[in-house]
């Protein structure tokens, strides 16, 4: 897929994902601190990484974020 300039989060979103690999993860030990990649990660369920600030008790909804590599020049603006 090729992206366009004018592309919007809303376009990417609207284009069907296919399989794929994971290619990076990583964890913030606290909220707003810098993100580091772990050697390993564990994936607590209905909790999200083990070591991320998320899984240490947070009631939110979403417990990971996952980004495909072709949308990050849209996300990344």
């Known amino acids: 897929m090729i992206l366009k300039h004018d592309q919007t989060l809303a376009d990417l979103r609207s284009i069907n994902a296919s399989s794929g690999k994971l290619s990076w993860i990583g964890i913030r030990p606290k909220h707003q601190q810098a993100?580091?990649?772990?050697?390993?990660?564990?994936?607590?369920?209905n909790k999200g990484i083990e070591g991320d600030h998320i899984a240490k008790g947070s009631s939110r909804k979403r417990q990971v974020t996952l980004i495909q590599e072709e949308h990050l020049p849209v996300v990344s603006k």
């Open 35 to 45: 993100m580091i990649m772990p050697k390993k990660a564990i994936l607590l369920e």
